[in-house]
T-cell receptor, first 115, second 116 residues
């Protein structure tokens, strides 16, 4: 069975400080990993993905994520948070061996960046 | 490039009534997805189409939910009859999905359904 865990419902950081949003996953095979962001009353927007190769993936708006196979984690990071980064963040996983390509999402983490 | 379009944006119905949602994916995207997002949870896949064929509908409550994708473009998701627990945001997404599992999905703004 495939699953995604986002252990923190809420993350609060001050503007200018680094931020981390945690994600761990469970898949039967090797994963494709994704981060999406959701702003109020809007659909999800793609941020970044891990396919293969370099464990550090860079994405939109200065975000990056680090794939750690031994810890089955894919934490989202940003060196300096902005108030405009405040949103709901979802981690998602797909088993690359699956022909159906179903994407499994975590519950989401609400990021609040205060001025 | 136009994004994924959905309508209506909001819908309020009483239980046992029926409702339909419409989705127009990004032009040229072969794969279309319908998700249900209950408050406080991540999106859950209801059904996935490849062109106009169903690839995965294992999580679709087929006794009340139905979906179709005419001519491999637009899609409609219907609920009949609705239950209180169907209150959620229904998201449509599309991807080019050229047989690559790592293609990202593009989401519409969603339809917020409230069943009273």
């Amino acid at each position: 069975a495939q699953s995604v865990a986002q252990p923190e419902d809420q993350v609060n950081v001050a503007e200018g400080n680094p931020l981390t949003v945690k994600c761990t996953y469970s898949v039967s095979g090797n994963p494709y990993l994704f981060w999406y962001v959701q702003y109020p009353n809007r659909g999800l927007q793609f941020l970044l993905k891990y396919i293969t190769g370099d464990n550090l993936v860079k994405g939109s708006y200065g975000f990056e994520a680090e794939f750690n196979k031994s810890q089955t984690s894919f934490h989202l990071k940003k060196p300096s948070a902005l108030v405009s980064d405040s949103a709901l963040y979802f981690c998602a996983v797909r088993d690359r061996g699956s022909t159906l390509g179903r994407l499994y999402f975590g519950r989401g983490t609400q990021l609040t960046v205060w001025p | 490039e136009a994004g994924v379009a959905q309508s209506p944006r909001y819908k309020i119905i009483e239980k046992r009534q029926s409702v339909a949602f419409w989705c127009n994916p990004i032009s040229g995207h072969a794969t279309l997805y319908w998700y249900q997002q209950i408050l406080g949870q991540g999106p859950k896949l209801l059904i996935q189409f490849q062109n106009n064929g169903v690839v995965d509908d294992s999580q679709l409550p087929k006794d009340r939910f139905s979906a179709e994708r005419l001519k491999g473009v637009d899609s409609t998701l219907k609920i009949q009859p609705a239950k209180l627990e169907d209150s959620a945001v229904y998201l449509c997404a599309s991807s080019s999905h050229r047989g690559r599992g790592y293609d990202e999905q593009y989401f519409g703004p969603g339809t917020r359904l409230t069943v009273t």
